[in-house]
């Protein structure tokens, strides 16, 4: 199964560590239950969890979904906890996470088309060229703020 890498980080580009923070991915389709198919092989679809380290990065072995029958993809979703274990709250990002077999960089691999109102945060600058947007390159220190007109 291929690889997929990722930072969570706040707004701010901070970890957010100390809220114990868990990236799930559930699979969905649009038959609604998420299970899928691949030659002989049945998914179903049971959540994968993994839990960024203290610097916010992590790496998460995910099935590739590009090869599945129905079109299937991952819904991303970030719990808090508290340093007792108690549920602070979750985030639902408005995206659909696609596998391919080589795996990747999960900002690469979300369908996330730029908008007037986003702001791309990453190393690599987003995936078209869209009047408005800002982009925050944080692959080099300190992190460079572009706009695009």
Known sequence: M???TGK??????????????????????ESGDGSSVNGAEIFTNRAISVRPDIG????????????????????????????????IGAAYPAFKLRVPPQGGDLAAL???????RMTWIGPNPPPTETPYLWWIDNGVIPPVLYESN
């Open 2 to 4: 291929p690889n997929v």
């Open 110 to 116: 979300v369908d996330a088309e730029p908008t007037s």
């Open 56 to 87: 916010g990065s992590f790496s998460v072995r995910l099935a590739t979904t590009t090869t599945l029958r129905p079109d299937t993809w991952y819904e991303i979703r970030i719990e808090w906890f508290e340093p007792t274990g108690g549920f």
């Open 8 to 29: 969570l980080l706040d707004i701010g580009l901070s970890p957010i560590d100390d809220l114990r923070p868990v990236v799930v991915f559930t699979p969905k389709n």
